[in-house]
């Protein structure tokens, strides 16, 4: 029951591995069809924007450039009626004075010639009349021909406003026209795109989803092969395992089974504490690689030691007086054959041991 358990529970979580894997699937598909139609429509945005731009600049421009024509004329006019009142000031102020100067030379005449004063002054109005229409002509000659040059500086100027006000409409028909085709061209061009590159990513949706079905078949074929290799694994074990239980209960039968393992328990014991012991001895020398060349050193300096000792007791059993010898800067004689083995190992341990030594 224990092993079905598993095995369903095993089955429930492959089918929502691969739920989880086709869901992914179809999100980053999608995703991936918003980001690129966002991608083709920011420069169809920005040529339109562009094109709007440039059309509000032409406007701009044939509206100032109107502003500018419509007060020219009115400039120019204004300009003629100030030249027409200063001109019309000017001669009123020289017919006046040169009445004034008429008037003063009738009085001195009438003055200083007192029998030629009506002569004279006949004559001065003569000379007055005859000034006076001569610059009532000039000053309607004048006005005359300041009306003309107005007139023809506004039919000069009318013309010139007509004439641009007509290019502009020409140019900005012409501007029309281009951008028009310039934006059903790109338009036309966007949409050939756009159809494009829908069939590329439509075909690569299509392979895409093909090879999640192929992916999500195989993975649905492996894992059943693995549920299948899985059952064979745990009913082997299961059989593996009534196998050893079988020969557990032959080995220790239930109604003697305590006092078995207890026996052989003591048995074991002293073997399994020199186990233990020589298991730490050699994962402290795999580890600790000097510990056992200090053990090594340790007993071979034992051994020497030992063996020099015994040798020294043989040695003086057997050896007369002559070969001892008065041990230098101590109170003792030595054996000469062991200071002359090695006295510089004497010397040594006189230096770590100055007990005896003479003052």
């Known amino acids: ?25 179809g999100q980053v598909l999608q995703k991936m069809m918003n980001f690129i139609g966002q991608l083709l429509m920011k420069p169809v945005n920005l040529v339109g924007q562009g094109l709007l731009f440039l059309k509000n600049f032409g406007w701009q421009i044939l509206l100032s450039l109107l502003k500018v024509f419509n007060q020219v004329p009115l400039a120019l006019k204004n300009f003629g009626w100030q030249v027409l009142l200063s001109l019309q000031n000017v001669f009123g102020q020289m017919s006046l004075a040169l009445r004034n ?31 006076q229409k ?4 000039v000053t309607l000659t004048l006005r005359n021909f300041g009306w003309q040059v107005l007139l023809s500086l506004q039919n000069v100027f009318g013309q010139v406003s ?22 059903l061209t790109l338009r036309n061009f966007g949409w050939q795109v756009l159809l494009s590159l829908q069939n590329i990513f439509g075909q690569v949706s299509l392979a895409f989803r093909r090879f999640g079905w192929q992916v999500l078949l195989a993975l649905e074929n492996f894992g059943g092969q693995a549920l299948v290799a899985l059952d064979n694994f745990t009913w082997q074990v299961k ?3 009534v196998q050893l239980m079988n020969w557990f209960n032959e080995l220790f039968p239930p109604e003697t089974r305590i006092e078995k393992i207890n026996y052989w328990f003591h048995v074991a014991l002293p073997y399994i504490i020199i186990a233990v012991f ?26 020497v030691g030992l063996f020099n000792n015994v040798k020294h007791l043989f040695t003086c059993c ?5 070969d001892m010898m008065k041990a230098p800067g101590r109170n003792i004689r030595i054996p000469r054959a062991s200071f002359e083995i090695n006295p510089r190992l004497y010397f040594l341990n006189l230096r770590a041991n100055p007990g005896d030594m003479l003052v």
């Open 1 to 25: 029951m224990v092993m079905e358990e598993i095995m369903s529970f095993v089955m429930e979580k492959l089918k929502e591995a691969i739920l989880i894997l086709m869901n992914f699937g």
């Open 318 to 322: 057997w050896r007369s007086s002559k």
């Open 101 to 131: 100067f008429g008037w003063q030379v009738l009085l001195s005449l009438q003055n200083v010639f007192g029998q030629v004063s009506l002569a004279l002054k006949n004559f001065g109005w003569q000379v007055l009349l005859l000034l």
């Open 162 to 183: 007509l004439a641009l006000k007509n290019f502009g409409w020409q140019v900005l028909l012409l501007l029309q026209k281009v951008l028009g085709q310039v934006t």
């Open 134 to 137: 001569v610059l009532g002509q």
């Open 239 to 241: 059989s593996l395992y």
């Open 278 to 303: 020589l298991g730490i001895f050699i994962y402290c020398c795999y580890y600790h690689g000097g510990l056992l060349l200090n053990i090594m050193y340790d007993l071979k300096t034992t051994f």
